[in-house]
T-cell receptor, first 116, second 111 residues
């Protein structure tokens, strides 16, 4: 158990619907990352936060995707008007950033999205 | 320049054998190189990591070899066991900002 929680673990939706995923990081971790992983591929970076500030977004993150981390605690990833190509595992990870911190990313077990 | 290349895509090893997975990068700003292990239905978990100021790091049966001039690093699993059967990802990051992952190697260790 890495301590990063994601909910829901699996979401099945119809094309065009909106979905939201939640991530609760390890409590003292100030950095939070979202990745997307498709079958047989490595995690692809989507975005990351330091506390509540979204510091970087991948060009993979189209305008249908939005992520928030209010108050620097949990984070949500929303996908609007889902498309079949959005079907993937969405992974959340957290780490302690800053001077003296190790580089280890702690991943959650992921939220699997299936768009019909 | 942000890409991390990884080979082979899949690997089959007999129990007790040595598994070797190779990775290469271009971005010289990368300063931390972790390896992650992922079992089906689970998120990746850190296995071992190295910084570019050392050429080798060993933890139990797992060793990372790092060649800074060639911009390559590899994972060696000694005495491979069926329980090591998983997908392995190399990764790289610059100052802990964006972590870039390789495409993964699916390892199967035959009993």
């Amino acid at each position: 158990d890495t301590g990063v929680s994601q909910d829901p673990r699996h979401k099945i939706t119809k094309r065009g619907q909106n979905v939201t995923f939640r991530c609760d990081p390890i409590s003292e971790h100030n950095r939070l990352y979202w990745y997307r992983q498709t079958l047989g591929q490595g995690p692809e970076f989507l975005t990351y936060f330091q506390n509540e500030a979204q510091l970087e977004k991948s060009r993979l993150l189209s305008d249908r995707f939005s992520a928030e981390r209010p108050k620097g605690s949990f984070s949500t990833l929303e996908i609007q008007r889902t498309e079949q190509g959005d079907s993937a595992m969405y992974l959340c990870a957290s780490r302690l950033g800053g001077q003296g911190a190790t580089g280890e990313l702690f991943f959650g077990e992921g939220s699997r999205l299936t768009v019909l | 320049q942000q890409q991390v290349k990884q080979s082979p895509q899949s690997l089959i090893v007999q129990k007790g054998g040595i598994s070797i997975i190779n990775c290469a990068y271009e971005n010289t700003a990368f300063d931390y190189f972790p390896w992650y292990q992922q079992f089906p239905g689970k998120g990746p978990a850190l296995l071992i990591a190295i910084r570019p100021d050392v050429s080798e790091k060993k933890e139990g049966r797992f060793t990372i070899s790092f060649n800074k001039s060639a911009k390559q690093f590899s994972l060696h699993i000694m005495d491979s066991q069926p329980g090591d059967s998983a997908t392995y990802f190399c990764a790289a990051t610059d100052y802990g900002q964006n972590f870039v992952f390789g495409p993964g190697t699916r390892l199967s260790v035959l009993p």
